[in-house]
C-alpha cells in the first residue's frame, strides 16, 4: 500500500536552513547586523504578526521590536533564502504594545494555524521558534545544583556558571495512534474538547519505551483494548508546549472497551462511512474530527479514504 501524504499537516513545513554546526558565541551578534534579518516575536506565549493585506507574516523586521524597552532571549534559528531569522522572547505585557497598532495583530498560535493566518512554511518556523522560547523561559535555573544558567550555543544551549552543566532544549515524544478493527476505528474524546469532537488515542512516551509499546500501553489503559500491529505514517511537531507527535495507525485485537473516565468522556468503535459524515461535517448527530491541521485529523482520513 502507498504511503498516505502528510503534505499540509500543521508545523511541519519548516524551510530554515538551521546552521547548527555553527552555532558559536558571537553568531547571534554578527547575524543581527544584518539588514535583511528576520525574527519571529513571542509575547509570553502569544506571537506577534505584521498583517499582509488579507493575510499576515510572523517574520517581523528587528526594527519592529524597537518600541519593547525589554526583551529576553533572541535565538538564532537559521537562514531562508540567505536571510537571517530569529526567535525573540518578550514579556507577556509586551503584546499590548502592538494590540493598537492596526499593522499588527497579536493571536494564540492554534488560532493562527487554524485559521491559516501565515503561509504554511511559516508555521513550521514558529512552531520551532515558540518552542524554543518555551525552553528558555523555563530553564533559567540549572537543575542539577540550582545556579543560574546563561544563554549559550545561539540559543541552542543554556550552561551553568556553577557547577558547569550543559543544559539542551527538550521534545517530548508523544505517540498518537489510529486503532482500527477491521471496517471500524476507535475514536474517543475528552471533556476539554470542542463539543462533538471526536479524535485519535495519545499519550507520551515513557523512558525505556519503544513508539509501539507505547501504542499498546496507551490503548490499553485509556480503553482496554488490546493492540497487535503497529504501523508508523508521520510525525508532527506540537508546540504546546514542545512535543513530537508520532503518528501510528494500530491493529486492534479485542473489541470490548472499558475506558478510563478520568482521561476520556467517551470513546466508541465508528465504521469508515460514519467517519467519513464527520470529515464532511454531516454527520447526523453533529459529531466531527479534529482540524485538518492536527496529525489525527491526517491518521483518521488516511484510513477513511483508503
Same mark, same amino acid.
Given at each position: 500500500? $502507498?504511503?498516505?501524504?502528510?503534505?499540509?499537516?500543521?508545523?511541519?513545513?519548516?524551510?530554515?536552513?538551521?546552521?547548527?554546526?555553527?552555532? %558559536? $558565541?558571537?553568531?547571534?551578534?554578527?547575524?543581527?547586523?544584518?539588514?535583511?534579518?528576520?525574527?519571529?516575536?513571542?509575547? +509570553?506565549?502569544?506571537?506577534?504578526?505584521r498583517?499582509?493585506?488579507?493575510?499576515?507574516?510572523?517574520?517581523?523586521?528587528?526594527?519592529d521590536?524597537?518600541?519593547?524597552?525589554?526583551?529576553?532571549?533572541? &535565538?538564532?534559528?537559521?537562514?531562508?533564502?540567505?536571510?537571517?531569522?530569529?526567535?525573540?522572547?518578550?514579556?507577556?505585557?509586551?503584546?499590548e504594545?502592538?494590540?493598537?497598532?492596526? %499593522?499588527?495583530?497579536?493571536?494564540?498560535?492554534?488560532?493562527?494555524?487554524?485559521?491559516?493566518?501565515?503561509?504554511?512554511?511559516?508555521?513550521?518556523?514558529? $512552531?520551532? +521558534?515558540?518552542?524554543?522560547?518555551f525552553?528558555?523561559?523555563?530553564?533559567?535555573?540549572?537543575?542539577n545544583? *540550582? *545556579?543560574?544558567?546563561?544563554? $549559550?550555543c545561539a +540559543?541552542?544551549? !543554556?550552561?551553568?556558571?556553577?557547577?558547569?552543566?550543559?543544559?539542551?532544549? =527538550?521534545?517530548?515524544?508523544?505517540?498518537?495512534?489510529?486503532?482500527?478493527?477491521?471496517?471500524?476505528?476507535?475514536?474517543?474524546?475528552?471533556?476539554?474538547?470542542?463539543?462533538?469532537?471526536y479524535?485519535?488515542?495519545? *499519550?507520551?512516551?515513557?523512558?525505556?519505551?519503544?513508539?509501539?509499546?507505547?501504542? =499498546?500501553?496507551?490503548?490499553?489503559?485509556?480503553?482496554?483494548?488490546?493492540?497487535?500491529?503497529?504501523?508508523?505514517?508521520?510525525?508532527?511537531?506540537w508546540?504546546?508546549?514542545?512535543?513530537?507527535?508520532?503518528?501510528c495507525? &494500530?491493529?486492534?485485537l479485542? #473489541?470490548?472497551?472499558?475506558? %478510563? !473516565?478520568?482521561?476520556? #468522556?467517551?470513546?466508541?468503535?465508528f465504521?469508515?462511512?460514519e467517519?467519513?459524515?464527520?470529515?464532511?461535517?454531516?454527520?447526523? #448527530?453533529?459529531?466531527?474530527?479534529?482540524?485538518?491541521?492536527?496529525?489525527?485529523?491526517?491518521?483518521?482520513?488516511?484510513?477513511?479514504?483508503?
Open positions: 500500500m $502507498a504511503q498516505p501524504s502528510a503534505r499540509g499537516l500543521g508545523f511541519t513545513e519548516n524551510r530554515l536552513v538551521r546552521h547548527s554546526a555553527e552555532r %558559536d $558565541a558571537g553568531l547571534v551578534e554578527r547575524y543581527a547586523r544584518d539588514e535583511s534579518a528576520r525574527t519571529i516575536a513571542i509575547a +509570553g506565549d502569544i506571537p506577534i504578526l498583517r499582509n493585506g488579507g493575510s499576515a507574516t510572523s517574520l517581523l523586521r528587528l526594527s521590536l524597537a518600541r519593547v524597552p525589554e526583551r529576553r532571549e533572541q &535565538a538564532f534559528l537559521g537562514t531562508l533564502s540567505g536571510a537571517p531569522v530569529f526567535a525573540t522572547l518578550l514579556d507577556a505585557g509586551a503584546a504594545l502592538f494590540t493598537d497598532d492596526a %499593522d499588527f495583530l497579536t493571536l494564540d498560535l492554534r488560532s493562527i494555524a487554524v485559521q491559516g493566518l501565515v503561509p504554511p512554511d511559516e508555521l513550521g518556523i514558529l $512552531a520551532e +521558534g515558540k518552542a524554543l522560547l525552553w528558555h523561559a523555563r530553564h533559567r535555573f540549572c537543575p545544583c *540550582g *545556579g543560574p544558567t546563561r544563554f $549559550a +540559543g541552542f544551549r !543554556r550552561d551553568c556558571a556553577a557547577c558547569g552543566v550543559q543544559h539542551f532544549p =527538550r521534545t517530548d515524544p508523544v505517540a498518537i495512534m489510529l486503532v482500527t478493527r477491521g471496517e471500524f476505528c476507535l475514536l474517543a474524546r475528552q471533556a476539554r474538547f470542542v463539543a462533538k469532537s479524535s485519535c488515542l495519545a *499519550g507520551f512516551i515513557e523512558p525505556g519505551e519503544t513508539i509501539e509499546d507505547a501504542v =499498546r500501553r496507551e490503548t490499553f489503559e485509556e480503553a482496554g483494548i488490546a493492540v497487535g500491529e503497529v504501523r508508523y505514517l508521520a510525525s508532527q511537531p508546540p504546546f508546549p514542545s512535543s513530537l507527535m508520532i503518528g495507525h &494500530a491493529q486492534a479485542t #473489541e470490548a472497551i472499558l475506558l %478510563d !473516565r478520568d482521561e476520556l #468522556e467517551d470513546g466508541r468503535w465504521s469508515k462511512a467517519v467519513r459524515l464527520m470529515l464532511a461535517r454531516e454527520h447526523p #448527530e453533529g459529531l466531527i474530527t479534529p482540524p485538518p491541521i492536527a496529525i489525527a485529523h491526517f491518521l483518521i482520513r488516511s484510513w477513511a479514504e483508503g
